[in-house]
């Protein structure tokens, strides 16, 4: 069940023709019409909404503003549970199989109601015989080596389930892992489910590391997407997927040894499919915990973008860069430089861009103070930065490196966009590391994907993948019910 309330620092402004929905941090204002306001005034001081499903289209809208926030309980377990066929491809994982096979005996789900099919991509080791041992039906890719994609697709073709589970050889199910996901496809607009994805061990430091901050790790808010140019995906590791829809898009393509999954969720969501992601119903997934495998593993990772782009042309990287915003960062990061001059130069600059912010707030029936103002603003620019940055320490990384061994005046920026895209990711994501060994780990997580994109495009020689689509704003038009 999903309800809805207000996010932090948003309060709901009654007018004469509707309201007007103001969220301090960062500042944003959007008029909305009587009745609309009349549905969100139930909302009331933090309490959840009520009729959620009635009014699903525009709450969303609402949450992807960033004015309410959605939370998501479990279904109640249905009376007729579905029958799910789990599939698991795998190429010399014994071991590794054995212990995911162990973990789904386990499930706490109707027996009469589950199958497991192991697909065996040419294994030399005895991985069937040991999918076998655990009672699994074990099928051939129809080829050594085929790749993930396609032994699923074999699994796919081979099972009776209505809903079709997948999960990889190297991770483990939590016991409830389908009871926490399957009731969710009660929303018959659901296409695909995934749940959250977490590492087997937090041992070393690299573990810790790759627990939060995997590709793999959706975060601890539940999300739902349907079509949109944004990137959302789901991970094949924890994936569900309705039989029907699933061989309706002709499956995982079978080519793709990197990023099938992407390009699985897009192409649902672009033919109007819907895909749901909650932190529920957990994986475990054995990470590479060594320096090596990790850097391999993001370098492989990154030359998936290539492929994806031109599969996906449409879905380019977008950044809201505001002019004035950008204007007044760029005058702040020449300090260094510019000295007392760029410092008041960016004071001015800042003073007045919050005067013509106020008055345009005030047009909107919003009368806001100076300070609360300039507040908003810095809270701006520290987004601004943050983004820029990482984008910058994503993709060109190598490059500023050597900018700053050419030219050592480049030294502070480099280091100031290393910094704050590191610490807004330390802070965010909460991991329990030192900050400095944190850091060590994503500045080799940066190098290993950037070189892995920068590869990609070579072998495609296609570099869409480096263009950026600026924006000035984000479109808050009046929401209507």
Aim: charged fraction near 20%.
């Amino acid at each position: 069940m999903m309800t809805y309330r207000f996010a932090s620092q948003v309060e709901l402004i009654e007018q004469r023709d509707g309201a007007v929905l103001l969220k301090s941090i960062p500042l944003s204002v959007l008029r909305v019409n009587r009745a609309c306001a009349t549905l969100l005034k139930g909302l009331g001081a933090g309490g959840p909404a009520a009729n959620p499903a009635q009014h699903k289209a525009l709450f969303e809208q609402l949450v992807a503003r960033g004015f309410l926030e959605r939370s998501q309980t479990v279904p109640e377990v249905p009376q007729q549970y579905p029958f799910v066929s789990v599939i698991i491809p795998v190429r010399d994982r014994e071991k590794a199989l054995g212990r995911c096979l162990e973990s789904l005996s386990a499930l706490h789900y109707p027996a009469e109601r589950l199958e497991v099919i192991v697909v065996d991509d040419g294994s030399k080791d005895n991985s069937a015989g040991c999918a076998k041992r655990w009672g699994a039906k074990v099928i051939s890719s129809g080829a050594d080596g085929a790749g993930p994609a396609a032994a699923r697709n074999r699994g796919a073709d081979a099972a009776r389930g209505e809903i079709l589970a997948f999960i990889d050889s190297d991770c483990t199910a939590s016991k409830e892992w389908l009871r926490e996901l399957v009731p969710l496809f009660d929303d018959a607009a659901l296409a695909a489910v995934g749940g959250k994805v977490a590492g087997i061990s937090k041992e070393s430091a690299l573990d810790r590391y790759e627990d939060v901050m995997s590709s793999l790790c959706m975060g601890r808010h539940p999300r739902l997407a349907g079509k949109g140019a944004d990137t959302f995906y789901l991970p094949s590791c924890n994936l569900l997927v309705k039989k029907e829809v699933f061989l309706g898009m002709n499956g995982f393509a079978p080519a793709m040894q990197v990023g099938e999954d992407v390009d699985l969720c897009w192409r649902m969501r672009d033919k109007g499919r819907r895909i749901a992601y909650m932190p529920a119903g957990t994986v475990f997934h054995q990470h590479r915990n060594q320096p090596g495998a990790f850097m391999s593993r993001r370098f492989f990772y990154g030359t998936s973008e290539e492929k994806l782009q031109r599969l996906h042309p449409t879905r380019k990287k977008q950044m809201v860069v505001p002019p004035l915003p950008a204007g007044l960062l760029l005058v702040f990061l020449t300090i260094p430089w510019t000295g007392g001059f760029g410092m008041l130069l960016a004071g001015i600059m800042a003073v007045m861009e919050s005067r013509l912010l106020k008055k345009k707030t005030q047009k909107m029936g919003v009368d806001l103070g100076l300070f609360q103002l300039l507040r908003a603003r810095l809270r701006t620019l520290v987004s601004l930065l943050y983004y820029l940055s990482f984008h910058l320490v994503r993709y060109y990384l190598i490059v500023m490196i050597v900018l700053g061994i050419l030219q050592p005046l480049f030294i502070p920026v480099l280091l100031l966009m290393l910094g704050c895209a590191a610490m807004v990711d330390f802070r965010v994501k909460k991991v329990q590391l030192p900050f400095i060994s944190f850091f060590l780990f994503y500045i080799l997580e940066q190098l290993a994907y950037g070189l892995g994109v920068f590869w990609g495009c070579v072998k495609g020689m296609n570099f869409r993948s480096y263009v950026v689509v600026l924006r000035r704003h984000i479109d808050h038009r009046r929401v209507d019910v």
